[in-house]
């Protein structure tokens, strides 16, 4: 039961961002190697950078993982939770999902990847749900409209 709580945790802890101080260090790590930037150093920064609760922040992180990913092909798996992670944060569901299911292809049992899955699942239904009835919303205001100015049209 603690390791379920634990891993929960993990996936939750996306929204426990760095100190400003910590995330300080990180990227001045990340400026100070410039041009010649590691990729360690670099995914660091961008792990910092995903854990933000700005969205630029984030975006950033994402933009830096995807760097990594395209060019470091042996660091593609440590990216794909963190890119999934990244634009789940930003609203982008289907691009978590496809990063998230990449991931799970290759490591079934992570339960890491599993519990976002379950958020991202959750966030989806959600969002679908609303969209729903949002567009219900909007028929039955077109079908009061509609009918006001069938019966207004009728009675001249």
């Not at 920064?45 to 042996?74: D, H, M, T």
């Amino acid at each position: 039961m603690a390791n379920i709580l634990y891993l929960i945790s993990d996936a939750a802890d996306a929204d426990s961002p760095l100190k400003p101080d910590e995330l300080q260090v990180l990227r001045a790590q990340y400026e100070k190697e410039g041009e010649f930037v590691g990729v360690q150093t670099k995914f660091n920064y961008a792990w910092g950078l995903i854990k933000s609760s700005a969205r630029s922040e984030q975006q950033e992180g994402v933009r830096l993982l995807s760097e990594i990913f395209r060019n470091a092909p042996e660091r593609r798996r440590e990216c794909l939770y963190y890119l999934a992670l990244g634009n789940f944060k930003l609203g982008n569901y289907a691009e978590a999902k496809r990063y998230n299911d990449k991931l799970l292809d290759h490591e079934p049992a992570n339960l890491q990847a599993e519990s976002l899955r379950g958020l991202i699942d959750e966030k989806v239904a959600k969002e679908g749900l609303m969209g729903v009835a949002i567009l219900s919303g909007v028929a039955i205001a077109a079908g009061v409209v509609g009918g006001m100015l069938l019966r207004g049209s009728k009675r001249r």
